[in-house]
């Protein structure tokens, strides 16, 4: 490989990741990310592992993500500001980056706020169709913001969902999930509250955003052999089940060390017991005991899954002729010479170039930086908004 290959950087626009959607199909995208994050984490002993690193504030939280197994590393950036939808900005924003591990060369950066509303209800559904009991049909759906699509399609599709009961204590938000749900194939039943969609539910999803320790699911909500998906808990300080619930269950987690401090495990003595989701895959240790049992997946969003989604993402775009190829580390004659290339004494090496150049169905680039006129969004960042909305 020349040099220039070997810092060649493919990027993934908001608009290229909105065409690779919708050319490969959402429940494509779903499956083959699941697939993905099946097999790595089948590869778990493999990785470099690390609870993620956070900056928290009065309103969210900021959080880097990294993970490297001995050919690639992976980090993704991403928040979490509850509040933000008030501003007309997305709760969760993520970009991410995958690189060779040889050399340390960026291989693909990549917009990462669609893919991990997708990647989130792929290991959501992965859980179920192993944690579940075996022809669940009914989930109950509470909270039906910009995730709760997603996770209405991957369990439809990778579980076999066919009825949804939808609560959210924005009406505005459950009108917008069932429009979007429409000609989906599922039976939807809007609830006036969570007791009633959880009523006879036999897998429970709760995707809230507040930054708060909730009690959205309660013990006497519970019914024998359920499996709950919490998913909304997913920082200190921010949890969405009594610690009762928990305490009833057999409870199950990504990263055993970052769920201790983010998830709904938080609430409970450092003894509490888990198993980790893996070793559950892997056969190392069971996972339902009996159909009258009580699960929970606590998922909090590991590193992992972020590296599986984006060897997924690299794989499609290749594919599929999406991207475009930025310079994110200089090309030069003399590596050794930086100085030169910064003050201009030493040119840079045959065959580095702008961020003009591309490939495939991605953005030009002129110059330096993509000017957005008057503030105005490019019309693939709108259809992109849409698709989370």
Request: glycine fraction near 10%; charged fraction near 15%.
């Amino acid at each position: 490989m020349d040099t220039a290959s070997a810092l060649s950087t493919t990027y993934l626009s908001v608009q290229d990741m909105v065409q690779l959607v919708q050319r490969k199909g959402l429940p494509a995208c779903i499956a083959g990310i699941a697939r993905r994050i099946e097999a790595d984490f089948l590869r778990w002993p493999e990785f470099d592992k690390t609870a993620r690193v956070a900056a928290h504030s009065a309103h969210g939280v900021i959080e880097l993500m990294p993970i490297a197994d001995a050919t690639q590393f992976a980090f993704k950036y991403v928040n979490g500001h509850p509040l933000n939808t008030r501003s007309g900005l997305p709760t969760v924003m993520a970009f991410g980056l995958l690189a060779d591990v040889a050399t340390g060369a960026p291989r693909l950066l990549s917009e990462l706020t669609i893919t991990t509303a997708i990647r989130t209800a792929a290991m959501s559904a992965l859980a179920a169709r192993v944690l579940a009991r075996p022809g669940s049909r009914v989930m109950a759906l509470i909270g039906n913001g910009a995730q709760s699509e997603f996770q209405a399609l991957a369990f439809r599709d990778l579980v076999g969902i066919a009825t949804l009961r939808l609560f959210d204590t924005d009406p505005l938000a459950t009108a917008k999930l069932v429009a979007n749900l429409a000609g989906q194939g599922l039976q939807l039943q809007v609830c006036a509250s969570t007791a009633e969609a959880v009523r006879g539910a036999d897998v429970v999803t709760t995707v809230t955003a507040d930054k708060t320790q909730a009690t959205i699911l309660t013990p006497d909500m519970l019914a024998p052999g359920m499996h709950l998906n919490a998913v909304g808990g997913d920082c200190p300080g921010k949890t969405e089940m009594h610690r009762g619930v928990l305490e009833q269950a057999a409870v199950f987690v990504e990263f055993e060390p970052q769920s201790r401090i983010e998830g709904e495990i938080q609430q409970m003595p450092a003894d509490f017991p888990v198993t980790e989701f893996w070793q559950v895959l892997a056969g190392r240790q069971p996972g339902r005991r009996s159909p009258q049992q009580v699960t929970v997946f606590d998922s909090v969003g590991f590193a992992l899954e972020d590296y599986s989604a984006l060897c997924f993402l690299q794989e499609a775009a290749a594919e599929l002729g999406i991207g475009s190829t930025v310079d994110l580390v200089p090309q030069q004659a003399d590596p050794k010479n930086l100085f030169g290339l910064a003050t201009g004494a030493v040119p840079a090496a045959s065959g580095a170039r702008g961020l003009e150049g591309q490939h495939g169905g991605g953005q030009v680039f002129q110059g330096s930086a993509h000017r957005l006129e008057d503030g105005a969004a490019p019309a693939g960042a709108r259809q992109a908004i849409a698709l989370a909305a």
